[in-house]
């Protein structure tokens, strides 16, 4: 098929739509995911899942790991991506190689149009030993209150405006990025929170994990979609793996030049704490190499306000689903983090199609 039929396709209007999608490709390829039931509804009242499905040989020594949602809202380009491969570009697998499809591993924040799970953890924030101290970041602190203000009258946006701008110009933006953004465990109610123990969906993927065993193969890659840094329809390779550790070595090895490393200043990521491939480290060692395929949307500052809106309605309203507010705010976090062109929708698969054939070439090379 090609992109921009599979872009009509494959990418969905909402949550429900994206699983129906999802479990109908799996349907015609003769496969039976497997549902992990989240204890939440959506807004509509519909069941919420993370559905997973195995392709290949059950004993395959390495594997592909496609994950979706992990950022909620972000999962429309994942969803499309996994359907895509599913009906596009499975074919024959390579000898020994199987592909772990994670569909929606966060649905509370798909289904509701939120970043952040049902417990307001952002779970690419999660991935921390809860039995250790907790990271610290006092610019985070400073600047609360104005990232996430009790009002978003005209006013209090001003001051709190006013506050974030003379953070940048007392440090700097990359400063002000990792304030705002590397990840901060005090803060329930807050932006980029990483809560206070495992989210339900940081559970549910090692639960995951487990079950097929993936600390028994031999190599495993992961393909972790997001979206909302760098240009518009752009698909960067984001690996934050310790530099120059075989785990890197391998995504560069894959995934060529266009590979990018916080640590190293190469990407539009800045350097965070909890992410999620330290936790997959953590599970896998040396075995397991990572990347964020992120997609670029708009400007930063717009995604921060989108945020901060979506914060105060549910920080401070009871989120009535067809209240004019309501569908605004939800219509504008849409829009940052999953836009609805298909010029852009047909950069991401694209993108995705040559990820996810770089990933197997390189599983059967290695």
């Known amino acids: ?25 799996c349907e015609t ?16 009242g519909e069941e919420l899942a993370t559905d997973v499905a195995w392709f290949g040989p059950a004993d395959a020594r390495k594997v592909l790991v496609m994950v979706s949602s992990t950022h909620g809202v ?47 953890i952002d779970l690419n924030r999660n991935w921390v030993d809860f ?42 933006d990359t400063q002000l990025n990792m304030a705002r953004s590397g990840g901060q465990y005090r803060h329930a109610g807050g932006v980029f929170f990483g809560g206070s123990e495992p989210a339900w969906s940081r559970r549910t993927l090692e639960r995951i994990v487990a079950e097929h065993d993936l600390a028994g193969r031999d ?13 518009f329809g752009y698909g960067e390779p984001i690996a934050d793996h310790t530099p120059g550790s075989i785990n890197v070595r391998r995504a560069l090895a894959w995934y060529g030049d266009s590979v990018t490393q916080p640590r190293l200043g190469t990407s539009s990521s800045v350097p965070k704490t909890g992410l999620a491939e330290y936790g997959w480290e953590r599970l896998l060692g040396e075995t397991v190499t990572f990347i964020a395929l992120e997609y670029g949307t708009y400007a930063p500052p717009r995604g921060m306000q989108v945020l901060r809106q979506d914060h105060w309605l549910h920080n ?14 939800k219509a504008e976090i849409r829009a940052h983090f999953a836009p609805q062109m298909p010029d852009w929708q047909e950069m991401v698969l694209f ?3 040559q990820i996810q054939r770089q990933a197997l070439i390189g599983l059967a090379a290695a």
Not at 1 to 25: Q, S
Not at 219 to 231: K, S
């Open 29 to 44: 390829a003769g496969v039976a995911p497997t549902s992990y039931a989240n204890p939440h509804q959506g807004p509509h």
């Open 131 to 172: 039995d250790q101290p907790l990271p610290e970041n006092p610019g985070y602190e400073e600047l609360h209150e104005a990232l996430v203000p009790r009002s978003l009258d005209e006013t209090t946006l001003a001051a709190a405006d006013r506050k974030i701008q003379a953070y940048r110009e007392a440090h700097g």
């Open 316 to 329: 401070e309203t009871n989120v009535d689903w067809n209240d004019p507010t309501t569908r605004r705010i």
């Open 219 to 231: 190599l495993v890659a992961v393909v972790d979609y997001h979206t909302g840094l760098g240009p």
């Open 1 to 25: 098929m090609d992109l921009l039929t599979a872009a009509g396709t494959y990418f969905a209007e909402d949550y429900r739509e994206a699983r129906r999608k999802f479990l109908a490709a």
């Open 351 to 353: 993108r995705s199609r």
């Open 74 to 120: 972000e999962g429309f380009p994942g969803s499309a991506g996994q359907c895509d491969w599913i009906e596009n570009g499975r074919g024959a697998l390579p000898a020994d190689v199987g592909v772990l499809v994670v569909h929606a591993v966060n649905p509370y924040g798909f289904a509701w149009l939120r970043r952040v799970t049902e417990e307001g």
